[in-house]
T-cell receptor, first 116, second 112 residues
């Protein structure tokens, strides 16, 4: 069975460029999460969707970040313009439905972003 | 106070040893607790949920102490393959949102 799929796996870009990260959740999962992981801050939730609707975007660092989920099988996280401090591993995760007591989140392999 | 706090380690233990990790959380209203495992340069994966009565899965035992807001993970008979970072995860309820907050992790190295 396919797990969560993310692309690209690695991205190197220059400051000021637009970056788009992509995610395909597990089929049948209704919740999708975007996380960012750095050594300093650990794993941080950026935004999550239930049934394609953004529920909580309080973790989005600033207006340069935006996320969309146009349908149940696809989501994007966009950074425009990118800055060196955005360098991190970005994970997408999905689950059956956020809010269940024992809900397991399944993570994709991540996108390693380097902004020069 | 950090929302979920863990000793970063590293814990370097010989094969066959028993090792315990601890975690504290700040929100007394939290209802869900988990341990995730993350191998180097890989994604986190659920290791086990933590229930109020404590639970065991093979060599792994998880305990929850709500009064002290404390979670533990015990690994018996450590294997080389247990080497990884262990993330303590707690839900932070509020405002209709369901947010899992991850600790920064405790690194374990099991040595031959």
């Amino acid at each position: 069975d396919a797990g969560v799929i993310q692309s690209p796996r690695h991205e190197v870009t220059e400051m000021g460029q637009e970056v788009t990260l992509r995610c395909k959740p597990i089929s049948g999962h209704n919740s999708l999460f975007w996380y960012r992981q750095t050594m300093m801050r650990g794993l941080e939730l950026l935004i999550y969707f239930n049934n394609n609707v953004p529920i909580d975007d309080s973790g989005m660092p600033e207006d340069r970040f935006s996320a969309k989920m146009p349908n149940a099988s696809f989501s994007t996280l966009k950074i425009q313009p990118s800055e060196p401090r955005d360098s991190a591993v970005y994970f997408c995760a999905s689950s059956i439905l956020a809010g269940r007591f024992d809900n397991e989140q399944f993570f994709g392999p991540g996108t390693r972003l380097t902004v020069l | 106070r950090k929302e979920v706090e863990q000793d970063p380690g590293p814990f370097n233990v010989p094969e066959g040893a028993t090792v315990a990790f601890n975690c504290t959380y700040s929100n007394s209203a939290s209802q869900s607790f988990f341990w995730y495992r993350q191998d180097c340069r890989k994604e986190p994966k659920l290791l086990m949920s933590v229930y109020s009565s404590g639970n065991e899965d093979g060599r792994f035992t998880a305990q929850l102490n709500r009064a002290s807001q404390y979670i533990s993970l015990l690994i018996r008979d450590s294997k080389l393959s247990d080497s990884a970072t262990y993330l303590c995860v707690v839900n932070m309820p509020g405002a209709g949102s369901y947010q899992l907050t991850f600790g920064k992790g405790t690194k374990l190295s099991v040595i031959p």
